[in-house]
């Protein structure tokens, strides 16, 4: 049976060889363990293909029936040293070869589920083995699987990209957003102290108003008036009316806390402290 088929070989002329390495790797099965297992095959129309079968065919070392072929007897497959030749150069290679077209025999079989396709470190894997693989291409199913995955997964990575354009686009809107709370909450801080700060000066300035209007008829509660505008809106004016009221009104009062005898009375410039001219030491509140 060896012999039968290197002579068939022996009768090709280059491109008739190469058709026939190509054939028969395609017939040939690869198990994870490296042994070698018939694989039928579906035909195609495949420019000269047809021609190089019908002569393996005619030697009963190929059985081919309509749209399928495989090769005849299993003992082909461990005798002929140039079959074996052809795939222990890469054998790794051709099991995920055959790997793969039966995995693609299952997708199409399954509706071709996504689930199915390849994903990952193995899409990676047959990617990169399938450049060794030029001089003999994936064809058919197996070609069409692959292919599946490779968008699937092209798919996958735009629909992330999409993912994470939209996340960063929500993450910027959100610090905008915050961003405009900040300045809005600042914002309304700001009125509100600033609306505060004319209700004291608004407050300051009636209080002075009805101090001016006391200040002949009743000056201590002119003067009240004027200290309590002073400390609810410290300002030039204020300070000013509270000066004017102690410098230029006659005020009787009474100086409390002193039991020695006073004869004159002096007042710093902050108009709060009073020494008395028998006391040494300084009074303040």
Known sequence: MATSAELAYDGHDPAGR?????????????????????????LTDEPGLAEVLEVYAGRRLIVADTGSAQIAHDALLTNWSRLRGWLEADLAGHALRSQLIDDAFDWDASGQAAAYLYRGERLTAV????????????????????????????RSRRQRRR???????????AVLLAGIAVVQVRSVRQERQAAQEQQRVAIARQL????????????????????????????????????????????????????????????????????AATISRCCCR
């Open 18 to 42: 190469e058709l026939t390495r190509q054939l028969f790797q395609r017939l040939t099965a690869v198990s994870p363990d490296g042994r070698l297992t018939r694989r039928t095959m579906a």
């Open 127 to 154: 990617l990169n083995a399938r450049s060794r693989w030029r001089d003999n291409p994936l064809t058919g199913t197996a070609a069409r699987f692959l292919d599946a995955g490779v968008r699937a997964v092209t």
């Open 163 to 173: 993912v994470r354009a939209l996340f960063s686009g929500l993450l910027t809107v």
């Open 208 to 275: 002075i108003a009805k101090a001016e209007a006391a200040l002949d008829t009743d000056p201590q509660t002119a003067l009240m008036l004027n200290v309590t505008a002073h400390r609810i809106h410290p300002d030039p004016e204020t300070y000013s009316a509270l000066q004017r009221a102690i410098t230029t009104t006659p005020y009787a009062g009474q100086l409390t806390g002193v039991r020695s005898e006073v004869s004159s009375i002096a007042y710093a410039h902050c108009m709060i402290r009073a020494v």
